[in-house]
Nanobody, 125 residues
Framework: VQLQASGGGMAQAGGSLRLSCSAS???????MGWFRQAPGKEREFVAA????????FYTDSVKGRFTISRDNARSTAYLQMNMLRPEDTAVYYC????????????????????WGQGTLVTVSS
């Protein structure tokens, strides 16, 4: 299984970026998630979406600003990031798992088996 994240870059506060995560070698129904790690900080959960899209989770700090989506036909997940803030600066990682988990378990990094390489997002004030 390989996950390839892309779309990172630089943006000004208030701007937007769209991250993409392309998955290969994975089959069946799987959750896709986004995590981030800022310099000097631990990795944190950002957003996740079930295979059907019927279940989505967001960390509180991005609610109303970020939107996760996926195109299963293309095996790709997206993270639309609007109203960016300097504190959103981090390396963003996409991840996937096919476990039968319920609720907040899908927001835990340890639940994910597959990880992409990360893409850097830098937001300037």
């Amino acid at each position: 299984v390989q996950l390839q994240a892309s779309g990172g870059g630089m943006a000004q506060a208030g701007g937007s970026l769209r991250l993409s995560c392309s998955a290969s070698g994975i089959s069946g129904s799987y959750y896709m998630g986004w995590f981030r790690q800022a310099p000097g900080k631990e990795r944190e959960f950002v957003a996740a979406m079930s295979w059907s899209g019927g279940n989505t989770f967001y960390t509180d700090s991005v609610k109303g600003r970020f939107t996760i989506s996926r195109d299963n036909a293309r095996s790709t997940a997206y993270l639309q990031m609007n109203m960016l803030r300097p504190e959103d600066t981090a390396v963003y990682y996409c991840a996937a798992h096919s476990r039968a988990l319920i609720g907040v378990s899908n927001t835990k990094g340890g639940s994910y088996d597959y990880w992409g390489q990360g893409t850097l997002v830098t937001v300037s004030s």
